[in-house]
């Protein structure tokens, strides 16, 4: 399959930055437990600290399995496809450890002001091996834009959550004591195990905060305000590619200001 580095080569990493979706594969010990893929992503949720080293905000979604699987056992494999431009997908075969929403780690990584609506996660993973191959097969598909669906369906639970903490009905951590509707309840009553039975979230329903994000649902598919997706992180502001091609830029408008007073130095040497 391909080719094989032992970290992740520095041609991949703009373009893994510009993935918009990807894919995480884990698995139980067990034989006879059930193997998942679960899509990842939503703009500005995949981050690479090195070529050893990446990291993703998982959000909430209606099972628990990458978590669990990680728990027992930390193996995991995160697949990107091109879908546009030259074809290629990669692999980045490692361990991944899980920080949940609250604990100092996943803090660190996502203060309050970074922090997006559903965010339930942080899974840290050591890069051991990557693998890329040449995606003829995999068709084009053309980005059209996030759903905005999911930040909006996130907030409104945890703005139940915020509601409850402020009228101060919240009396202890139980799953009882927190509004139905909100992110706190679904920890515990949806992400709490695996569908093997494996332990999931165990902390994240403690945690007293929540995104104060409203959002207005304008249609099914769309795209976020401007401000919004700022405020998201889903503009691509903080992509690294774009870091990445204005430093490229800066380097040839310097490199092309240096040629010139190199030959009109030249020219007066000359003279
Ligand atoms: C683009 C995108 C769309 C998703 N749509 C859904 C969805 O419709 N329903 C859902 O339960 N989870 C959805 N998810 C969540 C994940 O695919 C995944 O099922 C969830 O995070 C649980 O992950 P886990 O079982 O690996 O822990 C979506 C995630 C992404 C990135």
Redesign the pocket.
């Known amino acids: 399959m391909g080719n094989f580095h032992d970290e992740i080569p520095s041609f991949l990493i703009s373009w893994i930055q510009k993935q ?3 894919w ?1 594969a ?1 698995s139980p010990l067990s034989a006879d437990g059930h193997v ?7 703009k500005g ?1 995949f981050h690479i600290i090195d070529s050893k080293r990446v990291w993703y905000e ?12 990680l728990r027992e056992n930390g193996r995991i494999t995160v697949l990107f496809n091109a879908f546009e431009g030259p074809p290629r997908i990669a692999r980045l075969f490692g361990r991944g450890f899980v920080h949940e929403f609250g604990t100092p780690e996943y803090n660190e990584l996502l203060p309050p002001d970074l922090r997006k609506p559903g965010s339930r996660a942080v899974i840290i993973i050591d890069v051991e091996k990557v693998g890329t191959s040449c995606g003829y097969g995999v068709p084009f598909f053309e980005f059209k834009g ?2 905005d ?2 930040y909006n369906v996130a907030s409104r639970f945890e703005q139940a959550d915020l509601a409850a903490q402020q009228e101060d009905t919240i009396k202890s951590a139980d799953i009882d004591s927190f509004p139905q509707k909100g992110l706190r309840h679904y920890f515990l009553s949806h ?1 709490s195990s ?1 569908i093997d039975g494996l332990v ?1 979230l165990t902390v994240a329903h403690e945690t007293p905060r929540a995104c104060n994000i409203i959002v207005k649902e304008k249609s099914q598919i769309g795209r976020l305000s401007t401000s919004l997706a700022k405020r998201l992180g889903m503009d691509g502001s903080n992509d690294l590619s774009k870091i990445l091609d204005l430093r490229f830029l800066a380097g040839t408008i310097m490199g092309l200001v240096l040629a010139t007073l190199y030959s009109r130095m030249f020219t007066v040497l000359k003279c």
């Not at 998942?36 to 939503?42: D, E, I």
């Not at 998982?58 to 699987?69: A, F, N, P, R, Y």
């Open positions: 918009e979706v990807f995480v884990t998942n893929v679960s899509t990842k992503g939503l949720t998982d959000l909430t979604g209606s099972g628990v399995e990458t978590i669990s699987h996030h759903r669906t999911y992400n695996s999931g």
